[in-house]
């Protein structure tokens, strides 16, 4: 009798430890799904992927700018790092050759903001990597 409930106190803490991995799991999982939206990348949308050193160029250098809420009226009507994922194939196609565009001209961040924030121009391997990033997601998306 006192073995049998030995026994299943074990089955009830196999049980609660289990049901704890399960919630733990559940939240890691909802915590993923929220940094990838936080990243601009949709969850199972493979088209659009920003790799972290991508993401931080563009946080650092383009987003402040470039986003729904910005204050820059001009700059959020031509481009929204934070929408991207949602644009339609074509719309995505054109904002990344716009973007690998006028990085490699030098005309983003505009020399204006530069000229008052030296940190927001862009270092020759930055340039490389942001135009390397749209013009490889064009082929990836073109080709497909
Ligand atoms: C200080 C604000 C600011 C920052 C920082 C900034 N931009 Fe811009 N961006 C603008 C403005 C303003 C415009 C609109 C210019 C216009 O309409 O003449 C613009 C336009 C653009 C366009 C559209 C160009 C076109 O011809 O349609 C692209 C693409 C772009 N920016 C990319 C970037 C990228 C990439 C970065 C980061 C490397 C960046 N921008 C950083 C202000 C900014």
């Known amino acids: 009798m006192y073995k049998i409930k030995i026994k299943n106190f074990n089955t009830m803490k196999k ?7 399960l919630f733990t799991a ?3 999982v909802s915590i993923s ?10 969850p199972g949308n493979e088209k659009y992927v920003v790799p972290e050193n991508v993401q931080a160029i563009i946080d650092n250098k383009c987003f402040d700018c470039h986003n729904t809420k910005s204050k820059n009226l001009k ?6 790092f934070d929408k991207m994922a949602h644009l339609k194939t074509h719309k995505l196609l054109g904002k990344l050759d716009n973007i690998a565009e006028t990085v490699t001209e030098g005309d983003m961040p505009p020399k204006k903001a530069i000229k008052k924030y030296p940190d927001l121009k862009l270092t020759a391997e ?3 990597t942001l135009s390397d990033w749209s013009n490889g997601l064009i082929s990836k998306i073109a080709g497909e």
């Open 15 to 21: 049980i609660i430890l289990l049901s704890a991995m």
């Open 33 to 42: 799904a929220t940094e990838d939206i936080v990243n601009n990348t949709i």
């Open 75 to 80: 700059a959020k009507m031509k481009l929204k």
């Open 126 to 128: 930055e340039v490389k």
């Open 26 to 28: 559940a939240i890691f």
